[in-house]
């Protein structure tokens, strides 16, 4: 059940080496409005890369809230250490996204905004959540896209994360739980129309429990 959970956050977590415009996000300007992006999203699908295992996806539950500069750069020097640690702490700038992933592990990351390119974001830091290893904390600098979508059929819109790596190439995320290849259109679309042709999405039929409430 949990190996949909376990393939994605190993995607999220690599580096983007893969791909030569991801530091950049290929200078697409997406739609992207950060107070529309705010608060609780379900994952409902993905568009799965070439690498990605015939494997059910599994639903769960993020969390987009914002911070500010200061606060990231106490935590990343309260619980990093290493002589990056300068260097990480002085690229703290701009616009600043705490994501809670409420997966089997549960744990949040944070990323910076990239000048000039709207909705395109550069990973900083992530931090299990996990009490027995709260100070376990990783420095990264995967990039994200995120983008607000509307649907056809008049209901809530998506927000569609775009990555850069091996095995994901977007996860797609609504207000709500559940989705039907229908209503996936407009993402097929957009994706194909940002990076060519993709793999047909595959919908999360595998819901999780959100251990956090427990």
Not at 46 to 56: C, G, H, T, V
Not at 78 to 103: E, F, L, M, W
Not at 140 to 152: E, G, P, R, T, Y
Request: contains cysteine.
């Amino acid at each position: 059940m949990y190996r949909g959970i376990l393939v994605f956050l190993t995607i999220y977590l690599t580096t983007s080496e893969a791909v030569t415009n991801s530091t950049n996000c290929g200078y697409f300007q997406a739609d992207f409005d950060l107070i529309s992006a705010l608060g609780t999203w379900h994952v409902v699908a993905i568009i799965p890369e070439k690498l990605f295992p015939d494997k059910d996806v599994t639903c769960y539950k993020m969390e987009i809230s914002e911070t500010d500069e200061a606060g990231l750069r106490w935590l990343i020097n309260r619980t990093t250490h290493g002589p990056q640690n300068k260097s990480i702490i002085a690229d703290v700038k701009g616009t600043i996204v705490r994501q809670r992933y409420h997966t089997e592990h549960p744990f949040d990351v944070w990323s910076k905004s990239t000048a000039g390119i709207k909705g395109c974001f550069q990973q900083v830091l992530s931090l299990d959540l996990d009490k027995n290893r709260i100070h376990k904390t990783l420095a990264h600098d995967a990039m994200m896209q995120l983008h607000i979508v509307d649907s056809k059929d008049g209901s809530s819109p998506f927000l569609m994360q775009m990555l850069w790596g091996k095995l994901i190439s977007v996860v797609v995320y609504r207000r709500n739980q559940g989705i039907t290849e229908e209503q996936l259109k407009p993402i097929f679309e957009l994706a194909t129309k940002i990076r060519g042709p993709q793999r047909l999405p595959k919908i999360c039929d595998n819901p999780l429990k959100d251990i956090l409430l427990q």
